[in-house]
C-alpha cells in the first residue's frame, strides 16, 4: 500500500494526538463546561452561569489560598534555582571524569527511588519536637527547649518541596549547562572575567533555557500541589487543589471546576510569564 | 618603540598525575617573534602553550614575560591573550559584544568600549558583520573575530592553539598568510601551536620541534628544515632520507660508513671523533638526490660511494618535481624529488631498479634519537 508523502507526518503525530484528546483535551473541555453549570443540593444541573465564578472570587478563602501558593512558589523557586545551579555547575565544571559525573547524577536522583509519600512522611521524625534535629541541637546544648517551628510550619512545607522539587531544576540547568564548551569559560577568563564575572556574564546567558524550563516545572509543581502542603503544615496551610477536593468531596463539582479553571489560567499565566523572558523556542532551534 | 614580549621559560615542568607532560623544558622566545611549536598531538606542545597563558599551573619551573615571572598570576594580568582551537567566541553575543567582551570585563564604558571594537572589527575587515552572532559567521570569519577579541587588550603575547585546524584548505592558507601579515603588524610575540610541518616552516621565525614534553630543537625554520639536528626532527619535518652506518674509517674529516645492505656513505664528523664500529646517522634531502636506471640490476655495484640501490613502486607528479618512491632491498623506503624537467627527459617507472646517489656535501650528519610516536604519518611528503 502507497501512503501519499503529505499524510506521513499525520499518521505519526496521530497515536499522541489521539491520547492527548481522550485524556487531556475532552476533560478539559468538560471541566470547562461545567464550571458554568448549577448544581442543588447534591445534584449537577447543566446550565450557563458565572454562579460559580462570582463564588470563588467573592470568597477571601480563595485570596488566601492562591497568596500562600505565591508565596511558597516564589520561595521554592528561589530555593531550588540556587541550589539547582550550583550543584549543576559542579557537575558540569568541576567533575572531570565522565564516570564521576554519572555518578553524582545518580545519587541525585537517589530520593525519587522512594514515593512522594514516603519522601515527605520521613521528614516527620527528622523535624518533628522529639526529632532528629532538635534532639542533636538539644545535645550540643544550643538550644534549651524544641525549636516548633521545625514541623508543620511554613518551613517544613518549604524543606518538603525544595526535596521534592529540585531535581527537576538540577537536570534541567545541567541539561542547558553541558552544551557549554568549557573553552568559552575559558575564554572569559583570558578576557579578564572575574570568577562572578563568568556566571553572570557568561554561564548564566547561556542557560537561560534551562533556567525557565526548570522553572515552569517547579512553579506548577507548587501551584498544581495537592498534599505536601496539607500533610507538612499539619492542615495549618491548604492549597488551592485541597479546596477543589473539598467541594468535591461535597459533590459541588460545578464549583470545583470553577475553581480548577481559574487555577489552570494562573499557572497558564505563569508559564507565559516565564516564556515571555526567555524565549525557549529561539534557544532550543539553535 | 622598544619590542616587548619576550618569554621565557625556565626548567618548566607539568606532571598530570603520573604523567609527565612537560620535563623540564627551558626556551626563550625574542619580543616580536613568531615562534611556532611544533610536534605530534600529545606531544605536550598544547600544555606549554596554555602554561605561559595561565590556564594550567607548572607543577615547577618558571614562566617569565619580559623578566618578570608570572607564575600564579591570572591569564589577563599576564599580557598575553589566547585565541582558542575553537575560538570559544560566546554564542549569546553579537560579534562586536564578542569583541568589547574584554573591555567590558575591565569596567569600560559602554560608548568607548564600542568604538574600539568597532576600530578592532575594521582591522580585521568584519565591521560588517557587528551586529551577527557567530553561529550566522563561517570558520573563516569566526577566526578574525577570535583574532580581534585576543587583540583588542593590547597583548605583549598572542597565544594560538592550533589556529588553522578547523578551516579547509584553501582558506587555511589564506588564514596563515594573514596571521604573518597581522604579526608583522601588531610587532607582538605570537606563539602558534600546530602539527602540521608546512605551517609552522611558513610562517614561524622560530620553529620548536616538541616531542615527549621535551623540545628537540628550536631554531630558524629554514635550519629546522635544512640541518635537523636528529633522526626525530629529521623524520619529523619530513623532506628528508635519514640513514645509518658502521664507521668504518675516518678520513679528512669524513666518517666513511657501510650498512647493512652493503652501501657505503660518507658523512662530517664535525667536532667529534668517531671510532670504529659505532653506528652513525645522517640526512640527505630528498630534492639533493640524483637518480638513473639500472640496466642490468645484477651487474656488481661499481662501488660508488654516498648512493643506494632500490625498486621504484611508485612515482607521483607535483608540479613543479616528481616523488620518486624507492624501496630498498630490505624493505625501507627512500625518497627522490626530481625536477619534472630532469624527470621527464630521463623518466623511470614503477618496478624500474634505480641508482640513486647524491654529493659528499649533501650529506647532513644527526643524533640519533627517536620517538614513539608514529613519525611516518607527519613529514611533508616533498
Known sequence: ?286 | MAQTGGIELANLTKRFGDTLAIDSVSMTVPPGTYCCLLGPSGCGKTTLLRMIAGHDEPTAGDVRIDGQSVLGLPPAERGTAMMFQSYALFPHLTCLDNVAFNLKVRGVAKAARRKQAHEMLDRVQMDGFADRVPAELSGGQQQRIALARSLITNPKVLLLDEPLSALDEFLRLQMRGNLRQMQNEFGITFVHVTHTQMEAIAVADLVVVMDHGQIDQADRARAVYDTPRTTYVARFIGGQNVLSGKVVAVENGAAILDDARGNRFTVPTGDTAPGTGETRYLSIRRDRIEMEKLADPSAARDGTVNSVVGKVWMTEYQGTWVKVNITLPDGEEFVANIDDGRFFANPVHEGDMVLARWPAESVHPLEHRESSFDTSRGGMHT
Open chain 1, 1 to 286: 500500500m502507497k501512503v501519499p508523502s503529505s499524510v506521513v507526518p499525520y499518521i505519526q503525530v496521530a497515536p499522541l494526538a489521539l491520547v492527548l484528546l481522550v485524556f487531556f483535551g475532552i476533560p478539559l473541555v468538560t471541566v470547562v463546561v461545567v464550571s458554568f453549570f448549577d448544581y442543588v443540593n447534591f445534584q449537577t444541573v447543566p446550565a450557563f452561569m458565572f454562579y460559580n465564578y462570582e463564588e470563588v472570587f467573592s470568597s477571601g478563602l480563595t485570596v488566601t489560598l492562591y497568596l500562600t501558593m505565591l508565596k511558597y512558589s516564589v520561595i521554592v523557586w528561589l530555593i531550588t534555582l540556587i541550589v539547582g545551579f550550583t550543584v549543576s555547575y559542579f557537575l558540569v565544571f568541576h567533575v572531570r571524569s565522565l564516570l564521576w559525573k554519572i555518578f553524582f547524577f545518580l545519587v541525585c536522583t537517589v530520593p525519587f527511588w522512594t514515593s512522594n509519600i514516603i519522601r515527605m512522611i520521613s521528614w516527620i521524625p527528622v523535624l518533628g519536637r522529639n526529632g532528629l534535629v532538635n534532639q542533636t541541637l538539644m545535645g550540643l546544648g544550643l538550644i534549651d527547649e524544641p525549636l516548633d517551628f521545625l514541623l508543620f510550619s511554613d518551613f517544613s512545607v518549604i524543606v518538603a518541596y525544595v526535596h521534592l522539587f529540585t531535581l527537576f531544576m538540577v537536570v534541567t540547568l545541567f541539561n542547558s549547562m553541558a552544551r557549554i564548551d568549557p573553552a568559552i569559560l575559558e575564554a572569559a577568563v583570558d578576557a579578564g572575567a572575574s570568577r562572578w564575572q563568568v556566571i553572570t556574564q557568561v554561564v548564566i546567558p547561556l542557560t537561560k533555557t534551562g533556567i525557565a524550563l526548570g522553572s515552569i516545572f517547579v512553579v506548577t509543581l507548587v501551584m498544581g500541589d495537592f498534599f505536601v502542603v496539607k500533610i507538612m503544615s499539619g492542615g495549618q496551610s491548604s492549597s488551592a487543589v485541597y479546596a477543589m477536593w473539598n467541594e468535591i468531596a461535597m459533590l459541588q463539582y460545578p464549583s470545583a471546576a470553577a475553581s480548577a479553571v481559574i487555577l489552570l489560567l494562573v499557572v497558564v499565566l505563569m508559564a507565559a510569564a516565564i516564556l515571555r523572558v526567555v524565549d525557549v523556542r529561539k534557544e532550543l532551534s539553535g
